[in-house]
């Protein structure tokens, strides 16, 4: 592999990317730089969400640009805020040493005075939501007549939320001569109708076909029944405890009655959906990425451009249909060469549609027990233990209070004094009955247990043994040590 010092970077972006912590370049970043740097004109580059694709077209546009020369010269579109708020902070990060470019960010759900304002002072870069874009642009308040450079950052999301129309205006009334970089994580018949479109013979930068999943995800799903999917979602949040993790469902209803639901549970969970505005939206990311909420379940559009750290789970409450937006949904966790899990809430009319998946994909699929009440009250009591081990010293308890509980407990002996102590933490807990997992159909072999267990609800196939410390090393593999069988390419 490449260093970032071998693609022919400046070393004012060098020296940023080096403090940013950077070491090596990740396969789009690898092929797209270079290629982009060694030419001006319009390019389609196909790489999957979360492997850097902002650095990949952010690192040669800083390049390319000149110090400010008093119009815009790059325009770079993103299907919502918070994606285009992200894309603002990390060319702000790369630019730190490069000639001292203004980068502004214009969005909608925010007033629109002050941005067009801003925009009035002609910022080298402009980084924008389409909808808001063509307001300012309405308005006079943006002037795009000089523009070098258009980005189309996830241009298979802004077609897919109804911005075709915007795109082809905004590709329209800006100049023919311009390079246009269009980056997506899929090439449905929308997009390449675009490219073919809007676009001068591009060169193409394809670092993956769209749908290959990040190996350091380990892909697991357990049989639930469908009335039951919340409760089931409970006792594998209570078997994990450290964990940070995004739940998807398929329509916002279902997002908001399941995060209800975890919330009278006394979850800390919230949803994020299209129906919120966008001050309830922007309470509820704060909330996220300041780790107040352990939990997020979120529909598959609302979640574009989410991007928090250290996220160890990704759930799924339906499948998608489609295997691309399987894979966005996992690639939110594993970031930055870390492990993470995606869960498959799997109800056995929907076995076909994993199956189907796993071929198409070519991942392992590897079953997993809904963790047992059992599981969960001894990871509960581990816990405990080990933070009334690690208590300082009893420090203020006085004579008096120490008189009075002797004469009320020496009546009862060690191991029953901690037996009452370990059942009133036990009597805290609240765990949902789930029944035994739905059994697969006749002839349907399907995986045996998790780790070679004894079923779906086997102890040496318990999620929380398995887990209890997140995602090991080895755990994206086909098979693991255990020998279990796994969907994979369509074999049984």
């Not at 997009?191 to 073919?196: L, M, P, S, Y």
């Not at 009250?377 to 420090?395: C, G, Q, S, Y």
Request: with cysteine.
């Amino acid at each position: 592999m490449s260093s970032f010092s071998s693609l022919g970077l400046s070393q004012p972006l060098l020296k940023a990317i080096q403090q940013l912590g950077f070491e090596q370049p990740s396969p789009i970043q690898e092929l797209a730089i270079p290629a982009l740097l060694a030419r001006e004109g319009d390019a389609v580059a196909l790489a999957q969400t979360g492997t850097g694709k902002t650095a990949a077209f952010g690192l040669p546009l800083l390049q390319h640009l000149e110090t400010p020369q008093g119009f815009v010269q790059a325009l770079i579109l993103a299907p919502t805020r918070e994606l285009a708020q992200q894309i603002t902070t990390q060319l702000d990060q790369l630019a730190r040493y490069a000639h001292g470019l203004e980068v502004l960010t214009v969005f909608g759900g925010a007033p629109i005075g002050p941005q067009a304002k801003t925009a009035r002072q002609n910022p080298a870069i402009i980084v924008a939501t389409p909808g808001r874009l063509i307001d300012l642009m309405e308005r006079r308040a943006v002037k795009l007549d000089q523009l070098r450079f258009l980005v189309l950052d996830e241009a298979d999301e802004m077609l897919n939320m109804g911005f075709q129309e915007e795109l082809e205006r905004i590709l329209t009334e800006t100049p023919a001569e311009k390079a246009t970089w269009l980056f997506s994580a899929t090439m449905p018949a929308a997009v390449r109708k675009i490219a073919k479109r809007y676009l001068r013979e591009p060169q193409e930068l394809h670092s993956s076909t769209g749908a290959e999943v990040n190996t350091d995800i380990a892909h697991h799903y357990a049989l639930v029944h469908q009335r039951q999917k919340g409760a089931a979602l409970g006792r594998f949040i209570d078997s994990a405890p450290q964990m940070r993790g995004l739940v998807f469902c398929r329509t916002k209803r279902e997002t908001q009655e399941l995060a209800e639901a975890l919330l009278k549970r006394r979850y800390r969970a919230d949803a994020l959906h299209g129906d919120l505005s966008q001050p309830q939206r922007d309470r509820v990311m704060k909330r996220f990425r300041e780790q107040e909420l352990q939990v997020l379940v979120a529909t598959d559009v609302a979640a574009r451009g989410i991007d928090v750290n250290d996220l160890t789970h990704v759930f799924h409450h339906n499948l998608p249909d489609d295997a691309a937006f399987y894979t966005h949904r996992s690639g939110r966790t594993a970031r930055a060469g870390k492990k993470g899990l995606s869960v498959v809430l799997l109800d056995r009319r929907d076995e076909y549609k994993l199956k189907r998946m796993a071929k198409q994909l070519g991942i392992s699929f590897q079953e997993a027990a809904v963790p047992s009440a059992e599981d969960i009250k001894k990871e509960h009591l581990l816990r405990w233990h080990e933070e009334v081990a690690a208590m300082a010293p009893p420090m203020g308890i006085s004579e008096d209070m120490w008189r009075a509980a002797r004469e009320r407990l020496d009546h009862l002996t060690r191991e029953e004094l901690l037996a009452r102590l370990m059942q009133r933490e036990l009597d805290q807990l609240s765990i949902q009955e789930v029944d035994d997992a739905p059994q697969p159909r006749k002839g349907n072999k399907g995986p045996k247990g998790f780790k070679g267990g004894k079923g779906p609800r086997g102890k040496k196939g318990s999620y929380a043994d398995k887990w209890r410390k997140g995602p090991g090393k080895n755990q994206g593999g086909s098979r693991g040590k255990g020998g279990q069988k796994s969907f994979r390419k369509g074999k049984k």
